[in-house]
């Protein structure tokens, strides 16, 4: 068994509700063996409250979670990644910022919930469906035998997670 960490950094648009939410994920399911970030191409500079109501409700420590820019990830210094996964809407016509590098990327689409309309109940109920979409991605993610793997059968396995999970029920 490797002792190696991986790091990994979850883009987005806003990085106000899905990358952090993914960065919470991963943190917690990845259990040591990757150490997950966020950022956005257009940092809207604070973390939703139905993000932050959702993670503490789900026991996740907070306290990680600010709204920030992807380019400091990209200063001398910064954790050298080695995968970067976006998580924005290409079917909602969303800009997906592209990452520079080396690192392993994949698109794992997910609707915007910061985005979705009606009532407090139908928004907060988006955050939950994003959480139970990235949640899903991801538990497969932190599954896969990284070592096993050459790196054209991981590259596609990251983007067969990206493509639709069906929904439960």
């Not at 820019?69 to 001398?76: G, N, R, S």
């Not at 990644?81 to 079917?91: E, G, N, W, Y």
Request: glycine share 8%; with cysteine; aromatic share 10%.
């Amino acid at each position: 068994m490797s002792d190696r960490v991986y790091n990994v950094l979850f883009l987005c648009t806003g990085n106000s509700a899905r990358s952090i939410i993914a960065e919470a994920i991963l943190n917690r399911l990845g259990m040591g063996r990757f150490k997950a970030y966020s950022a956005g191409s257009h940092p809207k500079g604070e973390v939703h409250p139905f993000a932050m109501q959702l993670l503490k409700g789900l026991n996740y420590d907070t306290s990680f979670a600010r709204s920030k820019a992807w380019d400091e990830f990209a200063v001398p210094g910064a954790p050298q990644l080695d995968f970067v996964f976006t998580v924005c809407d290409r079917a909602a016509a969303e800009a997906c910022p592209v990452w520079p590098g080396q690192p392993m990327t994949a698109h794992w689409g997910v609707p915007d919930p910061a985005a979705a309309e009606g009532s407090e109940t139908e928004r907060h109920f988006s955050f939950a469906e994003t959480y139970r979409m990235l949640n899903n991605r991801i538990s497969i993610f932190v599954s896969l035998p990284m070592t096993s793997l050459d790196k054209l059968a991981l590259q596609r396995r990251l983007d067969e997670i990206g493509r639709d999970i069906p929904k439960a029920g």
